[in-house]
C-alpha cells in the first residue's frame, strides 16, 4: 500500500532533549516536505526537499533541521526543542514530472515539548 | 502563490450534494487548484485537482470556470464521514494551506 509512514505518532519530552522524527515514503517520490499545524495558524510548511541531497527552507524553518541521504527518508531534526514547537507535524510527498502531483501525506505526529 | 477564498464554515444535509465555492482570482496561468480535506486531526487528504477543465473521480467533481478566477467541488452525496475541512489550494510546486472551510454534514 502507497503510504507515507511518520514516527513516532505522540511524543513528549522536555526542552533541549535533542529529538528526531522520522519520515518514510515507499512510492519514490522525489518532493518530500515538512509541515507544523497549529491552531489558527494552519498548516505551514518547515523545510522541503526536491531530491536526495537537496534541501530548502519552508516558512517556518527555525529551530529545525532536515536532511535527505535516500530518497525514501526525511527526517525532522530537533536539535534543542523548546516549547513553542509544540505542535502536530505532517510530513508529505510528491512526484515530480511533467504534470504537477498531488502531495500525500502521513497520519502526522503530535510533539510536547514541556 | 496567488490566495483563495472560501467560506467558513458549510452545512450539508446527508444524501444532497454538498457545492464548495473558492475564490481566486490572482491565479497565475501554470497554478493548479487542489482540493484536499482534513478530518479532525488526521493527515490532509487529497481529493482532486485540475488546471482548466473539469475534473470527476471517485470523490468529487471540481468546476472551474472558463476564466480560472474560481472554482467549485462538488460532493455529490454527502456523508456522515464526509464531515471535515475543506482546502482549496493553488499550486505550482509549494503548497499554502488557508483556513479552509468547515463542512459539517447532518442527518
Known amino acids: 500500500e502507497a503510504q507515507v509512514t511518520q514516527n513516532p505518532r505522540y511524543l513528549i519530552t522536555v526542552t533541549g532533549k535533542k529529538l528526531t522524527v522520522t519520515c518514510s515514503q515507499n512510492?519514490?517520490?522525489?518532493?518530500m516536505s515538512w509541515y507544523r499545524q497549529d491552531p489558527g495558524l494552519g498548516l505551514r510548511q518547515i523545510y522541503y526537499?526536491?531530491?536526495?541531497?537537496?534541501?530548502d527552507k519552508g516558512d517556518v524553518p527555525e529551530g529545525y533541521k532536515v536532511s535527505r541521504k535516500e530518497k525514501r527518508n526525511f527526517p525532522l531534526i530537533l536539535e534543542s526543542p523548546s516549547p513553542n514547537q509544540t505542535s502536530l507535524y505532517f510530513c508529505?510527498?510528491?512526484?515530480?514530472?511533467?504534470?504537477?502531483?498531488?502531495?500525500?501525506f502521513g497520519d502526522g505526529t503530535r510533539l510536547s515539548i514541556l | 502563490d496567488a490566495k483563495t477564498t472560501q467560506p467558513t464554515s458549510m452545512d450539508c444535509a446527508e444524501g444532497r450534494a454538498a457545492n464548495l465555492p473558492c475564490n481566486h482570482s490572482?491565479?497565475?496561468?501554470?497554478?493548479?487548484v487542489y482540493w484536499y480535506r482534513q478530518i479532525h486531526s488526521q493527515g490532509p487528504q487529497y481529493i482532486i485537482h485540475?488546471?482548466?477543465n473539469n475534473e470527476t473521480n471517485e470523490m468529487a467533481s471540481l468546476i472551474i470556470t472558463e476564466d480560472r478566477k474560481s472554482s467549485t467541488l462538488i460532493l455529490p452525496h454527502a456523508t456522515l464521514r464526509d464531515t471535515a475541512v475543506y482546502y482549496c489550494i493553488l499550486s505550482w510546486g509549494k503548497f499554502q494551506f488557508g483556513a479552509g472551510t468547515q463542512v459539517v454534514v447532518t442527518p
Open positions: 512510492m519514490n517520490h522525489e518532493y
Open positions: 508529505a510527498s510528491s512526484g515530480r514530472g511533467r504534470e504537477n502531483q498531488p502531495q500525500h
Open positions: 526537499s526536491m531530491n536526495v541531497e537537496v534541501t
Open positions: 490572482t491565479i497565475s496561468g501554470n497554478e493548479y
Open positions: 485540475g488546471l482548466k
